[in-house]
């Protein structure tokens, strides 16, 4: 895998691509904080690129799977490049309007763009290396996202916000050419039948029938909702965590501990067998991302707080990279596109509502309350889940002794 220059030239990719993601949310902020002073419209404004991007995700998925994904990637990144000059419209003229723009844009390529590489992954590796270069991919992100919040955090003290959406577009244009220097050996076959080319075009209706008739697909899709019940509220329990402590320190050793975390729980999961079960890998990375949200309840306590970081952090590490293989080598090839612009969609849903939800709870019923039904819900699923996976292990077996 090592000699594959897809790989690297992917990896390098998605490193730089995610420096410069993390660059323009860091400098959206920024931008917002100074022209927006009601947190209830900057957060109408930050969801408009994720509620387009849901809107077009059944059309993205058709045409992904229709169109060479190395094609749909180099249209998408060209739309980013070309979203960042909304932007610096937007700063010139000091109106939201314009980041509106923007936002949309990058929400549009998003859209095309991040299915389009999830379905890209098993065309470049055989299928015993997907575990590892899934591994990879996730480390990459985590890498870049811990490297792109610091130093944009750090360059805004020194550069103007114009520099740092330059240095955005900069990113994106290195993550184009990346995209054009790919060699994936896909052939779309024009001469199927006319039935077939229907069902090509039937949207995510035909996804439904195949992630219904594969039991681990399905409950590796409703078991995402765990490790997305703790990022969700990510953002505002570590604010929390921070205020409850009365140290404003803590949140850099609880972003470092859960970025560090997540890397290991990556090398880790690529030691372990994917011929084991991967139900049960997610049963097991699930019940820690569990553990992990009810500890929390201890969150006003600087070690207990690491620990549970740590805990989700490597737990999560594992779960993404074994869900991620089992859902490219259990639905077939021709349906990527669709189920994942449809995972993506559920993705974005799932956060908003979370995120929602989260911030409600915390103004309702505190901290430490919120935790505990945040983790009590995700224990409760994992225990629902066990229940019916072992008797579904415990059927098969019996019909497999009876023939």
Known sequence: MLRNKNVWILMTGEFIANLGLWFGIIGNLEFLQKLVPSDFHKSLILFVGMFVGVLVGPMAGRIIDQTPKKKVMIYSGLLRILSVFAMF?????????WMSVYMVAIGLSAAFYFPALQASIPLIAKDHELITLNGVHMNVGTIA???????????????????????????????????????IDEEIDTTKTKEKSKKKNAGFKEVWPIIKSATPVWMGLILMLIPTMFIGSFNLMVLKISELQGDPTIKGW???????????????????SFQKNPVKILLACSFAIAVSHVSLFFGDMKIP???????????????????????????????HGRFFSFRGMMDRVLFQIIL???????????????????????????????????????????ESKSA
């Not at 419209?89 to 309007?97: F, L, N, R, S």
């Not at 935790?371 to 579904?392: A, R």
């Open 305 to 335: 707080s690491i620990l549970s970081f740590g805990l989700f952090g490597i737990a999560a590490g594992a779960f993404f990279p074994v869900a991620a293989t089992m859902f490219q080598t259990m639905i077939e090839k021709e349906y």
């Open 145 to 183: 996202r811990i490297i792109g919040t610091a130093l944009a955090g750090i360059l805004l003290l020194y550069l103007s916000l114009f520099m740092i959406y330059f240095l955005t577009m900069i990113t994106y244009i290195v993550l184009f050419v990346c995209t054009l220097m790919l060699t």
């Open 89 to 97: 419209i937007a700063i010139w003229t000091q109106d939201v309007i």
């Open 356 to 398: 929602v939800s989260a911030g409600f709870f915390l103004d309702t019923i505190g901290f430490k309350n919120m935790v505990l039904l945040f983790g009590g819900l995700s224990l409760l699923l994992v225990i629902t889940f066990l229940l019916s996976f072992s008797k579904m292990m415990h059927t098969e077996k019996k």
């Open 254 to 272: 609880l972003y470092t501990t859960e970025g560090i975390s997540f890397m290991i729980g990556a090398f880790i999961i690529k030691r372990v």
